[in-house]
């Protein structure tokens, strides 16, 4: 007596399928999800390594499981609110994230780097505040710093002055010249970028189902 064939679901109708199996088992399928252009796409649309990216999008995906209260789920009105201002984005931990990964992705991550730095040191305890300013200032100030930060000579000296002297305050001047500088600069472009407007338009799509 035959065996009824088992139907099994193309993975490539399945809905929310970033992966599938490894390519050379779907390899000769009529429509391969990890083909070439497949593989050259998500890098350049999404600028974002695979496990930022999920951690950006995840709680897109589980949206339909969780309730739309959950602290944990990325809502389309969430990232709208990032294009308000430099200040709401910075303010999101995840917008904090994308955003990173889009000033990589235009070789200035040092930038958002240094901000969030500074906003940790100002939380530092009275007696760690020397080390944490000698470190900062090595790696982001320092004219030999490994992720310098571009800010004027003026600016640059008198930070090497203050942390002589280490107070909560003493990168202040300097945060505020590379915050200026990603406002005028790398904020209006990333609002423009596919990194953000893909993960908009995702989360604005989902909520509609």
């Not at 088992?25 to 890098?43: A, C, I, M, W």
């Not at 990173?100 to 240094?114: A, P, R, T, V």
């Not at 002297?165 to 003493?170: D, E, I």
């Not at 407007?197 to 799509?205: E, G, K, S």
């Amino acid at each position: 007596m035959r065996a009824a064939a088992i139907s099994m679901p193309r993975l490539d109708k399945m809905p929310g399928m970033f992966f599938s199996a490894n390519p050379r088992e779907v390899k000769g399928t009529g429509h391969s999800l990890l083909d070439n252009k497949t593989q050259k796409k998500r890098p350049k649309t999404f600028g974002m390594d695979v496990k930022t990216y999920l951690r950006s999008m995840i709680p897109h995906l589980e949206s339909g499981m969780k309730s739309s209260k959950s602290k944990d789920i990325l809502s389309a009105d969430e990232v709208i609110q990032w294009s308000q201002s430099l200040e709401k984005l910075l303010a999101n931990q995840t917008g904090q994230d994308v955003f990173g990964n889009f000033l990589k992705s235009e070789f200035s991550e040092e930038n958002i780097e240094f901000w969030l730095a500074c906003e940790d040191y100002k939380k530092t305890e009275s007696d760690l505040l020397h080390y944490k300013a000698e470190k900062i200032y090595k790696a982001f100030v320092h004219s030999d710093a490994t992720k310098q930060i571009n800010i004027d000579f003026h600016t640059r000296e008198s930070t090497a002055k203050k942390i002589k002297a280490p107070t909560p305050t003493c990168f202040d001047e300097a945060q505020k010249v590379i915050y200026t500088l990603m406002e005028k600069d790398s904020y209006p472009r990333f609002l423009k970028s596919n990194i953000y407007l893909n993960l908009l338009n995702d989360l604005q799509a989902n909520s509609l189902k």
